[in-house]
């Protein structure tokens, strides 16, 4: 099971393409959780609303 800070570090190699700074210096991420097992929850957000790579953060994340 990952820790908190293990699974914030491996977040920190989540870049946003347009300001080139991870998502977590970014105050991106909100929330990680580590319940039993080999599950994590994250709560991010997105730049924007609109923000054009939601799709591609959500498989970056799944990835890190």
């Known amino acids: 099971m990952a820790s908190e800070q293990e699974v914030l570090e491996?977040?920190?190699t989540v870049f946003d393409p347009e300001i080139g700074i991870n998502i977590v210096d970014l105050g991106l991420v909100y929330a990680v959780?580590?319940?039993t097992g080999d599950?994590?929850?994250?709560a991010f957000?997105?730049?924007s609303p609109a923000c054009p790579v939601?799709?591609?953060r959500q498989a970056q994340l799944d990835q890190a």
């Open 10 to 12: 491996a977040l920190k």
């Open 39 to 42: 599950s994590v929850k994250v």
């Open 33 to 35: 959780e580590t319940p």
């Open 54 to 56: 939601g799709p591609m």
């Open 45 to 47: 957000t997105l730049t």
